[in-house]
């Protein structure tokens, strides 16, 4: 079994895997502030920037995915949250939706890896303190949902 190598502390991972992460982050952003059609945002994504060197059709995947699932998601994480998913920075909140959309319908990436890199997008979009929170939901929803992902420290 290969073992997942941490990043070093401030400094995001550079794969194609995590960009497209990078890229479902701000596309979730930007769906929850304007309430446009995830299709007209994943095609803007598409024809822009943003997803430079990004695995795109894991974007695809995933930002559909969250899209699709998003009330099952807001479900699944709201015994792991201190207040109502509405009441959550936009950031954070598509980082979570991201991060267990991951851990339950994506078996074949580690729990690890999924936290580890829902931390990382927290760090680098979100607040002061957003990715202690973020790493503390992830970690008991994976647990909980037997995807033994050990406590970071």
Not at 4 to 29: E, T
Not at 33 to 38: A, C, E, N, R, V
Not at 95 to 100: E, H, P, Q
Request: glycine share 6%; hydrophobic share 40%; charged share 25%.
């Amino acid at each position: 079994m290969k073992a997942h190598a941490q990043v070093p502390h401030g400094k995001a991972p550079d794969s194609k895997r995590h960009r497209a992460r990078r890229g479902v982050v701000q596309a979730l952003y930007q769906w929850q502030l304007t309430s446009q059609d995830p299709d007209e945002i994943a095609e803007q994504f598409h024809e822009g920037e943003a997803l430079n060197r990004a695995d795109r059709a894991y974007f695809d995947l995933a930002f559909t995915g969250v899209t699709t699932r998003r009330e099952d998601l807001e479900l699944a994480l709201d015994p792991f949250l201190e207040r109502a998913s509405s009441e959550l920075d936009p950031v954070e909140r598509a980082v979570l939706w991201l991060g267990a959309w991951e851990l339950l319908y994506n078996a074949d990436i580690p729990a690890p890896v999924v936290i580890n890199e829902a931390v990382e997008l927290a760090k680098a979009f979100g607040g002061t303190n957003g990715h202690s929170f973020v790493n503390a939901v992830l970690d008991a929803a994976a647990k909980a949902w037997g995807r033994d992902a050990p406590s970071s420290s």
